[in-house]
């Protein structure tokens, strides 16, 4: 049997001055108003690594190399679909943050972790509430499904 696949998301977790730097989604019809981290969808044929420079790059012109991310953990859930959601901490990256697809994202704002904007989407705010890393999160999962 051929299965589909699963959709399959990046974010991104940069910190200055113990901020972490989020951005308001706008005009896709996913979360839209909501606050998120920068990051996306891992294209056929892409690492998730990948991905992450990529998305960060696209979408605030933020530079940094594979190597330098530092994986946080994943979020399996359950949303319109079966979704994975990878996460990374960049340690380091070059350049200043700018709105690069403002078709997509209305506000790029630092925010400190205990204050986080409202509102925001509920599983990246999850993600960010946890300290100790690799983590797991299995969300929108009851235990009838299995």
Known sequence: MRHPGIP???HVVCERDGRVLLMRRAGTGFF???YSLPGGHVEPGESVRAAAVRELREETGLELEEA???WLGVVHRLSDTNRIDFFFRAPRWAGEPAIREPAKCDRLEWHVREHLP???VEYVERA???SASPW???LGWSRSRG
């Open 8 to 10: 399959t998301g990046v």
């Open 118 to 120: 409202r509102p925001m």
């Open 136 to 138: 797991m999160l299995e």
């Open 128 to 130: 960010l509430a946890l």
């Open 32 to 34: 839209d108003g909501l």
């Open 68 to 70: 330098d991310l530092e």
